[in-house]
Protein backbone atom coordinates (compact mmCIF):
# COMPACT_ATOMS: atom_id res chain seq x y z
CA UNK A 1 0.00 0.00 0.00
CA UNK A 2 1.21 3.57 -1.30
CA UNK A 3 -1.53 5.78 -0.30
CA UNK A 4 -4.33 6.39 2.23
CA UNK A 5 -7.23 8.90 2.32
CA UNK A 6 -9.32 9.01 5.32
CA UNK A 7 -11.82 11.59 6.65
CA UNK A 8 -11.13 12.85 10.15
CA UNK A 9 -15.09 13.56 11.60
CA UNK A 10 -16.02 16.01 14.16
CA UNK A 11 -17.65 15.82 17.27
CA UNK A 12 -19.89 17.68 19.98
CA UNK A 13 -20.21 17.14 23.36
CA UNK A 14 -23.91 16.32 24.66
CA UNK A 15 -23.04 17.66 27.99
CA UNK A 16 -19.76 18.40 29.65
CA UNK A 17 -19.41 18.32 33.29
CA UNK A 18 -15.58 19.28 35.13
CA UNK A 19 -15.71 17.38 38.26
CA UNK A 20 -12.28 17.82 39.67
CA UNK A 21 -8.65 18.33 39.42
CA UNK A 22 -5.72 16.55 39.10
CA UNK A 23 -2.13 15.94 40.25
CA UNK A 24 -1.07 16.27 36.99
CA UNK A 25 -2.27 19.55 36.10
CA UNK A 26 -5.51 18.23 33.82
CA UNK A 27 -8.62 17.99 34.80
CA UNK A 28 -11.01 14.67 35.45
CA UNK A 29 -14.51 15.31 33.11
CA UNK A 30 -17.86 13.27 32.50
CA UNK A 31 -19.05 13.86 28.82
CA UNK A 32 -20.47 12.27 25.98
CA UNK A 33 -18.82 11.87 22.95
CA UNK A 34 -20.76 11.57 19.62
CA UNK A 35 -19.68 11.70 16.02
CA UNK A 36 -20.90 14.19 13.08
CA UNK A 37 -19.31 12.35 10.29
CA UNK A 38 -20.85 14.51 7.84
CA UNK A 39 -18.44 17.40 9.07
CA UNK A 40 -14.78 16.41 8.83
CA UNK A 41 -11.52 16.98 7.73
CA UNK A 42 -9.48 14.93 4.59
CA UNK A 43 -6.20 13.70 4.99
CA UNK A 44 -3.91 11.80 2.68
CA UNK A 45 -0.87 10.06 3.14
CA UNK A 46 1.28 9.11 0.54
CA UNK A 47 5.01 7.42 0.55
CA UNK A 48 7.24 9.48 -0.46
CA UNK A 49 11.24 10.24 -0.63
CA UNK A 50 10.94 12.55 1.93
CA UNK A 51 8.94 13.64 5.04
CA UNK A 52 6.27 16.83 3.97
CA UNK A 53 3.15 18.20 5.29
CA UNK A 54 0.55 20.75 3.72
CA UNK A 55 -2.65 22.40 5.12
CA UNK A 56 -5.36 24.47 2.92
CA UNK A 57 -5.05 26.51 6.29
CA UNK A 58 -2.31 28.75 6.56
CA UNK A 59 -2.30 29.11 10.60
CA UNK A 60 -2.05 25.45 10.69
CA UNK A 61 0.14 25.30 7.47
CA UNK A 62 2.72 27.81 9.63
CA UNK A 63 2.43 25.70 12.87
CA UNK A 64 5.11 23.57 12.95
CA UNK A 65 3.47 21.86 16.04
CA UNK A 66 -0.09 21.36 14.90
CA UNK A 67 -1.29 17.63 16.18
CA UNK A 68 -0.50 16.20 12.77
CA UNK A 69 3.73 16.36 13.09
CA UNK A 70 3.30 16.27 16.97
CA UNK A 71 1.44 12.75 16.04
CA UNK A 72 4.00 11.89 13.26
CA UNK A 73 7.04 12.68 15.55
CA UNK A 74 5.48 10.84 19.00
CA UNK A 75 5.03 7.86 16.46
CA UNK A 76 8.79 8.23 15.23
CA UNK A 77 9.89 8.12 19.09
CA UNK A 78 7.95 4.93 19.78
CA UNK A 79 9.16 2.84 16.64
CA UNK A 80 12.05 3.96 15.83
CA UNK A 81 11.55 4.78 12.82
CA UNK A 82 11.78 7.67 10.13
CA UNK A 83 7.93 8.19 8.36
CA UNK A 84 8.97 9.23 4.85
CA UNK A 85 5.37 10.51 3.74
CA UNK A 86 3.33 12.78 2.63
CA UNK A 87 0.46 14.65 4.01
CA UNK A 88 -1.96 16.78 2.68
CA UNK A 89 -4.53 18.10 5.37
CA UNK A 90 -7.88 19.79 3.62
CA UNK A 91 -9.73 21.65 6.75
CA UNK A 92 -12.97 21.26 6.62
CA UNK A 93 -13.93 21.55 10.26
CA UNK A 94 -12.90 25.24 12.19
CA UNK A 95 -10.00 25.89 13.86
CA UNK A 96 -10.00 25.68 17.47
CA UNK A 97 -14.06 25.76 17.91
CA UNK A 98 -14.84 22.90 20.63
CA UNK A 99 -15.40 20.58 17.76
CA UNK A 100 -12.16 18.70 18.06
CA UNK A 101 -11.45 19.07 14.30
CA UNK A 102 -7.03 18.79 15.76
CA UNK A 103 -7.73 16.20 17.49
CA UNK A 104 -9.42 13.90 14.68
CA UNK A 105 -6.83 14.87 11.92
CA UNK A 106 -4.24 13.12 15.16
CA UNK A 107 -6.23 10.43 15.44
CA UNK A 108 -6.25 9.69 11.72
CA UNK A 109 -2.55 10.43 11.58
CA UNK A 110 -1.77 7.65 13.92
CA UNK A 111 -4.36 4.96 12.20
CA UNK A 112 -3.28 5.85 8.75
CA UNK A 113 0.53 5.64 9.59
CA UNK A 114 0.05 2.32 11.44
CA UNK A 115 -1.74 0.84 8.62
CA UNK A 116 0.37 2.41 5.73
CA UNK A 117 4.10 1.47 7.36
CA UNK A 118 2.68 -1.81 8.73
CA UNK A 119 3.41 -1.12 12.35
CA UNK A 120 0.98 -3.51 13.68
CA UNK A 121 0.41 -1.23 17.00
CA UNK A 122 -2.59 -2.46 19.02
CA UNK A 123 -5.25 -0.56 19.73
CA UNK A 124 -4.52 0.01 23.64
CA UNK A 125 -1.29 1.07 22.39
CA UNK A 126 -2.35 3.83 20.02
CA UNK A 127 -4.88 5.03 22.96
CA UNK A 128 -1.76 5.71 24.94
CA UNK A 129 -0.22 7.53 22.29
CA UNK A 130 -3.14 9.40 21.45
CA UNK A 131 -3.29 10.52 24.93
CA UNK A 132 -0.25 12.39 24.98
CA UNK A 133 -1.00 14.31 22.07
CA UNK A 134 -4.27 15.40 23.75
CA UNK A 135 -6.90 14.79 25.93
CA UNK A 136 -9.67 14.28 22.98
CA UNK A 137 -7.72 12.48 20.78
CA UNK A 138 -7.66 8.26 22.30
CA UNK A 139 -12.15 9.46 21.34
CA UNK A 140 -11.15 9.94 17.86
CA UNK A 141 -9.25 6.35 17.23
CA UNK A 142 -12.62 4.66 16.87
CA UNK A 143 -15.00 8.01 16.37
CA UNK A 144 -18.33 5.99 18.09
CA UNK A 145 -20.36 7.41 20.66
CA UNK A 146 -18.69 7.40 23.97
CA UNK A 147 -18.95 8.26 27.23
CA UNK A 148 -15.80 9.84 28.54
CA UNK A 149 -14.46 10.23 31.92
CA UNK A 150 -10.98 10.66 33.72
CA UNK A 151 -9.07 13.16 30.99
CA UNK A 152 -11.63 11.99 28.25
CA UNK A 153 -9.59 8.64 27.41
CA UNK A 154 -11.96 6.29 29.55
CA UNK A 155 -14.20 5.53 26.81
CA UNK A 156 -17.61 3.56 27.40
CA UNK A 157 -18.57 3.41 23.68
CA UNK A 158 -22.43 3.59 23.15
CA UNK A 159 -24.41 1.92 20.66
CA UNK A 160 -26.80 5.01 20.11
CA UNK A 161 -27.60 6.93 16.75
CA UNK A 162 -29.44 10.27 17.47
CA UNK A 163 -32.49 11.19 15.43
CA UNK A 164 -31.84 14.50 14.99
CA UNK A 165 -30.57 16.82 12.01
CA UNK A 166 -27.64 18.22 14.04
CA UNK A 167 -27.34 22.11 13.22
CA UNK A 168 -24.07 23.78 14.00
CA UNK A 169 -22.85 27.05 14.67
CA UNK A 170 -19.71 28.91 14.97
CA UNK A 171 -18.72 32.42 15.01
CA UNK A 172 -15.08 33.15 14.83
CA UNK A 173 -14.64 33.68 18.47
CA UNK A 174 -11.65 31.83 19.67
CA UNK A 175 -12.01 30.32 23.04
CA UNK A 176 -8.27 29.75 25.22
CA UNK A 177 -8.94 26.58 26.82
CA UNK A 178 -6.44 27.27 29.53
CA UNK A 179 -8.35 30.29 30.21
CA UNK A 180 -11.64 28.26 30.24
CA UNK A 181 -10.53 25.27 32.64
CA UNK A 182 -8.98 28.40 35.09
CA UNK A 183 -12.45 30.11 35.07
CA UNK A 184 -14.20 27.19 36.06
CA UNK A 185 -14.59 25.41 39.37
CA UNK A 186 -14.64 21.93 39.49
CA UNK A 187 -17.51 20.45 41.12
CA UNK A 188 -19.45 16.88 41.59
CA UNK A 189 -21.54 16.54 39.10
CA UNK A 190 -25.29 14.90 39.60
CA UNK A 191 -25.31 13.63 36.06
CA UNK A 192 -25.47 9.76 35.82
CA UNK A 193 -24.11 9.56 32.19
CA UNK A 194 -24.66 5.54 32.02
CA UNK A 195 -28.16 6.57 32.87
CA UNK A 196 -28.85 8.72 30.34
CA UNK A 197 -26.93 7.53 27.55
CA UNK A 198 -28.60 3.99 27.95
CA UNK A 199 -30.43 4.44 24.83
CA UNK A 200 -31.64 6.83 22.79
CA UNK A 201 -34.88 6.83 25.02
CA UNK A 202 -33.10 7.56 27.94
CA UNK A 203 -31.29 10.49 26.44
CA UNK A 204 -35.07 11.86 25.26
CA UNK A 205 -36.24 10.99 28.65
CA UNK A 206 -32.69 12.96 30.50
CA UNK A 207 -31.22 15.27 28.03
CA UNK A 208 -32.59 18.84 29.96
CA UNK A 209 -30.48 17.39 32.81
CA UNK A 210 -27.15 17.93 30.75
CA UNK A 211 -25.32 20.69 30.69
CA UNK A 212 -21.77 21.85 29.83
CA UNK A 213 -19.92 23.73 32.87
CA UNK A 214 -17.94 26.27 30.45
CA UNK A 215 -20.71 27.68 29.41
CA UNK A 216 -21.49 30.05 32.54
CA UNK A 217 -17.95 31.64 31.82
CA UNK A 218 -18.09 32.03 28.12
CA UNK A 219 -21.29 33.39 27.85
CA UNK A 220 -20.79 36.19 30.55
CA UNK A 221 -17.28 36.70 28.40
CA UNK A 222 -19.01 36.64 24.95
CA UNK A 223 -22.77 37.48 25.22
CA UNK A 224 -23.33 36.66 21.66
CA UNK A 225 -22.04 32.87 22.00
CA UNK A 226 -25.01 32.65 24.28
CA UNK A 227 -27.49 34.26 21.89
CA UNK A 228 -26.24 31.29 19.48
CA UNK A 229 -27.94 28.97 22.20
CA UNK A 230 -31.08 31.09 22.89
CA UNK A 231 -31.85 31.40 19.27
CA UNK A 232 -31.68 27.75 18.44
CA UNK A 233 -34.34 27.12 21.15
CA UNK A 234 -36.44 29.87 19.87
CA UNK A 235 -35.99 28.66 16.73
CA UNK A 236 -37.40 25.00 17.81
CA UNK A 237 -34.37 22.81 18.92
CA UNK A 238 -35.29 20.16 21.63
CA UNK A 239 -31.76 20.17 23.01
CA UNK A 240 -28.93 22.98 22.77
CA UNK A 241 -25.26 23.07 24.44
CA UNK A 242 -22.25 24.66 23.58
CA UNK A 243 -19.80 22.10 22.49
CA UNK A 244 -16.18 21.85 24.62
CA UNK A 245 -15.07 24.93 26.09
CA UNK A 246 -16.56 26.65 23.16
CA UNK A 247 -17.09 28.35 20.97
CA UNK A 248 -19.78 26.63 18.85
CA UNK A 249 -23.08 25.71 19.91
CA UNK A 250 -25.37 23.17 18.43
CA UNK A 251 -28.81 22.45 18.39
CA UNK A 252 -30.95 19.10 17.75
CA UNK A 253 -33.99 19.67 15.34
CA UNK A 254 -36.76 16.87 14.91
CA UNK A 255 -37.08 18.48 11.33
CA UNK A 256 -34.91 19.41 9.06
CA UNK A 257 -33.77 22.63 9.34
CA UNK A 258 -32.20 25.09 5.50
CA UNK A 259 -29.99 27.20 5.71
CA UNK A 260 -31.53 30.41 4.48
CA UNK A 261 -33.68 30.32 7.48
CA UNK A 262 -30.85 30.14 9.88
CA UNK A 263 -28.77 32.57 7.83
CA UNK A 264 -31.57 35.28 8.28
CA UNK A 265 -31.16 34.77 11.99
CA UNK A 266 -27.03 34.85 12.26
CA UNK A 267 -24.46 36.98 10.73
CA UNK A 268 -23.03 35.38 7.47
CA UNK A 269 -19.60 35.22 8.47
CA UNK A 270 -20.82 32.80 11.03
CA UNK A 271 -19.55 28.93 10.04
CA UNK A 272 -23.02 27.11 9.82
CA UNK A 273 -23.73 23.32 8.91
CA UNK A 274 -26.29 21.42 9.23
CA UNK A 275 -25.19 17.35 9.50
CA UNK A 276 -28.26 14.35 8.59
CA UNK A 277 -28.90 11.67 10.82
CA UNK A 278 -29.31 9.78 8.19
CA UNK A 279 -25.29 10.53 6.57
Given at each position: ???????????????????????????????????VRD????????????????????????????????????????????FLV??????????????????????????????????????????????????????????????????????????????????????????????????????????????????????????????????????????????????????????????????????????????????????????????????
Amino acid sequence: MKYIEIKAPAKINIGLNIIGERDDGYHNLETFFYPVRDLHDELTFELAESFSFHCNEEIVNNDKDNLVQKSVRLLEEFTGKKFLVKIELQKNIPIGAGLGGGSSDAAATLISLNELFGLNISYNKLIDIALQIGSDVPFFVKAKPAIGKSRGEALTIKEIDLPYHIVIINPGIHISTKDAFQNISPKKSNIIYEEVFQSVDSFLSNKNKLVNDFEEFVFLKHPEIKFIKESLIKYGSEFSLMSGSGSTVYGLFKEKITLDGLSEIFPKEYFIFISSPNY
